[in-house]
């Protein structure tokens, strides 16, 4: 069931959401080459429990870590590890959750470190406008597909896959809620967008293939079948009456 929500409670997800923003605002300076993924997160442990809430994904089915650390070929839900160091021209997407006052946002965003290649620049710009465009389709959508199918022509249309294995997904009440929000599909299909939806837009794009593993080791961790890169942006977003807010 999709449960709908109301002014008070969108202020409080957004409440939750301004942490995240303001983290992804300052995280650059920490993510050089030579940091570890397991110190970065660390540091966004630290930075949530000081704004007075708390990190979503710890302890979610078992997640060991308070975000996702996805490097290069990973896709998502890479988990933040000492070993795991940082090199310049990587890509590295960085998916946080955070719970204040029992509301909760979802976002990433991919970040590169230092400079990158021309295709890997694309690929991340591509992935950007993909949410951009899915955040300005959700004003007048009237179903899901209407907004998955943006991303996925988006995406497609500049030579990219978007990864079919993963989703969106309502969010506030809960990280993850119904009803699911796919990065591809058809206009007119899907669930009926109503005024107090919140959603987590989140289009996963890959450079090669669509088709993606899940580590067998750690059984987190998505890498692209073919080692090609991918990118990851996420934001939680308000459906109100004829218009969107951005609550992350
Ligand atoms: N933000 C992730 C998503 O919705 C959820 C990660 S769940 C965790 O795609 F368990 F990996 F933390
Ligand atoms: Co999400």
Known sequence: MIRLKGPEDIEGIAEAGRIIHSLFEILPEKLVPGVSTKEIDKFIETYIRDHGARPAFKGYRGYPSASCIS???EVVH???SEKKVLRES???GIDVGVE???YYADSAWTFAIGEVNEEDR?????TLLALQRAIKKAETATHIGDISYT???????AGFSVVRD???????FDIHEPPMVPNYGQPGRGERISPGMVLAIEPMVNAGTW???IDPEDGWTVRTLDGKKSAHYEHTIAILDGEVQVLT
């Open 211 to 213: 088709k993606v593993r």
């Open 122 to 126: 694309r690929l991340m710009e591509t």
């Open 90 to 92: 990587d890509i590295v």
């Open 100 to 102: 204040k006052g029992g």
């Open 78 to 80: 890479g988990i933040p």
């Open 151 to 157: 991303i996925q022509r988006t995406v497609e249309k």
């Open 166 to 172: 993963f989703v969106g997904h309502g969010v506030g």
């Open 71 to 73: 490097v290069n070929e």
